[in-house]
């Protein structure tokens, strides 16, 4: 005797089904991309994503091109992110120590309230340049997972070293002087 399954049943199934594959789906389109990462590690200095935002420390917008011919710290960073209050200080010291050089801090502020993020860099005394990227668009395009995250792109716009975590002065001497010292 064969049997044939209840029209309720099988919707179920069909249903558990197409929902398994929404959350695969989900999974793996939120995946961080880690291809900078793995090209960095590689050797290569992969192009630097575009990056266009509204400043957070005046009107208008700031792009990451706009500095092209300087080495750039970029800097994702939230106001409640405890290891971003921790690594502010160093930040703001290596700005004044770079400027000079041709370098810059450029802090992104992330999925954060403007006015919690004004109030840190108010708080902090930061006067390196800040854009904000409320809804955390680009993100993706970086591969940033966590906060505090740092790429530093060279002269010619290409991410040269990524640090996946708070940055501290012996990263900034190993990692950044030596690009500070290249030509474009």
Request: glycine letters at 8%; a positive charge; charged letters at 20%.
């Amino acid at each position: 005797m064969k049997r044939v399954l209840k029209p309720v049943p099988l919707a179920a199934i069909a249903s558990t089904a197409a929902l398994v594959a929404l959350l695969a789906y989900g999974v793996v389109q939120n995946e961080p991309n880690r291809s900078i990462d793995e090209a960095v590690a590689s050797g290569q200095r992969p192009n630097a994503p575009a990056l266009e935002l509204p400043r957070l420390d005046a009107p208008g917008r700031l792009s990451l091109a706009s500095l092209r011919g300087r080495v750039v710290v970029l800097n994702f960073w939230a106001s409640w992110c405890i290891p971003c209050r921790q690594e502010s200080p160093l930040l703001e010291r290596w700005q004044h120590r770079i400027a000079a050089a041709g370098g810059t801090i450029l802090g992104v502020d992330v999925l954060d309230l403007t006015t919690d993020a004004r109030a840190f860099v108010h708080r902090y005394r930061l006067t390196y340049p800040m854009v904000r990227d409320g809804p955390g668009r680009r993100l993706a395009a970086f591969g940033v997972l966590g906060y505090p995250e740092t790429l530093l792109i060279d002269r010619r716009g290409h991410v040269a070293a990524t640090n996946r975590g708070p940055v501290t002065e012996s990263y900034l001497q190993r990692a950044l002087l030596p690009l500070l010292r290249e030509h474009a």
